[in-house]
C-alpha cells in the first residue's frame, strides 16, 4: 500500500431525485480498484436538498468517523474512471479534483481562477487546453486516466470528484465551522469552500490525468415546476 496511514476513503455524494446507474456502476469499480490497493472505502449520502447544505452534512458526517482520512466528494452525476479515487490519492495533497466540464452550454473546465475583483473568478479552461497540447495527453470520448499527468494549481475547483485530507477539514471546521454557503453573496458552495481553504493556507489543484463524463440532466417538465415550493429571487 502506498500510504501506510489511509485507513479509509469516504465517498460523499449529494444525491438528486433521481440516480443515474452509470455514477452508481464507476463509482463501486473505483471502490473496487481501492480494495485491490487495501484502501477501505465507505459511502455518505446527502438527501436532496440545497446544495451547500448537503455538502456540509457530508462533512458533518464524516467527521464522526473516526478512522476516516479522507473525504471524496462525488457528485452522483459524473462517471469515473476505474483508477480515478486512486490516482487522486496518490497525488498526496491537500484538495486535488478530478478533471470534467459543464454541460449546460458548452465544455468548460469546472475549475476557476480568481480575479481582482475580491469573489469574481474564470475559468482555466484557456490554461487546461494549452497545458494538453503542451503534454501531448491523449483525447477520449470516454472517462480514462492518464499516469504522469500535470497538476494545475487553481482558485476554485468544482466538486465532482475532489478528495479532501481530514487535517485539512479539521482545521476548517476549527477555524470556521460551517465551510458551504454563507460566505459571500450568489456565490456556488465550491467557491465558498475553495476561498476558505486558500485563507488558511491549503491549496487547490487540478488533475488533469483524471478525467471525468459529466451526465446529462433529465427533461424538466410542468410537474417539476409546480413541484417547486418556493422561489429564490437573485441575480
Given amino acids: 500500500m502506498l500510504f501506510g ?28 480498484y481501492l480494495a485491490m490497493h487495501d484502501i477501505s472505502t465507505g459511502s455518505l449520502v446527502g438527501t436532496p436538498t440545497y446544495i451547500h447544505e448537503g455538502r456540509q452534512r457530508i462533512v458533518d ?5 473516526d478512522d476516516a482520512t479522507h473525504l471524496c466528494f ?14 487522486l490519492l496518490q497525488r498526496d495533497l491537500p ?14 473546465v469546472i475549475a476557476k481562477d480568481f480575479t481582482n475583483d475580491e469573489w469574481s473568478s474564470r475559468s482555466v479552461s484557456q490554461k487546461v487546453r494549452e497545458m494538453i497540447l503542451e503534454h501531448n495527453l491523449p483525447v477520449a470520448n470516454i472517462p480514462q486516466c492518464i499516469a504522469d499527468a500535470p497538476l494545475l494549481k487553481v482558485d476554485v475547483i468544482g466538486f465532482g470528484c475532489t478528495m479532501i485530507k481530514r487535517a485539512v477539514l479539521e482545521d476548517m471546521t476549527d477555524k470556521y465551522g460551517k465551510l458551504f454557503g454563507g460566505h459571500g453573496a450568489n456565490i456556488g458552495e465550491d467557491v465558498s469552500f475553495c476561498k476558505l481553504a486558500k485563507s488558511s493556507g491549503h491549496d ?20 417539476d415546476f409546480m413541484n ?8
Fill in 5 to 32: 496511514d489511509v485507513m479509509a476513503i469516504m465517498i460523499g455524494t449529494c444525491r438528486e431525485r433521481f440516480a443515474y446507474w452509470e455514477n452508481i456502476d464507476s463509482v463501486a469499480q473505483a471502490q473496487r
Fill in 61 to 65: 458526517m464524516f467527521m464522526a468517523v
Fill in 74 to 87: 462525488v457528485d452522483s452525476d459524473n462517471v469515473l474512471p476505474a483508477e480515478a479515487l486512486w490516482a
Fill in 95 to 108: 484538495i486535488v479534483g478530478a478533471l470534467y466540464f459543464g454541460r449546460i452550454n458548452y465544455p468548460e
Fill in 204 to 223: 487547490v489543484y487540478l488533475d488533469l490525468g483524471v478525467q471525468l463524463g459529466h451526465l446529462k440532466t433529465y427533461g424538466v417538465t410542468v410537474g
Fill in 228 to 235: 417547486i415550493p418556493e422561489w429564490v429571487t437573485g441575480d
